[in-house]
């Protein structure tokens, strides 16, 4: 295999005792607010990922959340002039 095929299959390597690298549980927490959560993620996530982490970062995306539509909420305010 070529090195390109070799690094287009390492993600899917991964053994069921490995943890889940930041950015998976980041893009998961963020589809999963937004509804949008293949089946085969939010499996991946019940094996690999660990509750904690997966609760940690839920409430820093509501809170982010939260803070972005006040934030649009205001601006909007302003710029209408109310």
């Known amino acids: 295999m070529s090195d390109q095929e070799n ?11 490995d943890s889940l690298k930041p ?6 927490v963020f589809a999963a607010g937004l509804g949008v959560q293949s089946s085969k993620n939010r499996e991946r996530d019940f094996k690999q990922g660990r509750f ?6 839920g409430i820093i995306f ?3 959340f939260v803070a972005a539509v006040i934030t649009v909420v ?3 305010l302003k ?4």
């Open 74 to 76: 205001q601006l909007v």
């Open 52 to 57: 904690g982490v997966f609760i940690a970062a």
């Open 7 to 17: 690094q287009q299959q390492a993600p899917q390597k991964q053994d069921k005792g």
């Open 23 to 28: 950015l998976h549980v980041v893009s998961s």
């Open 62 to 64: 509501t809170g982010l």
């Open 79 to 82: 710029g209408s002039g109310g």
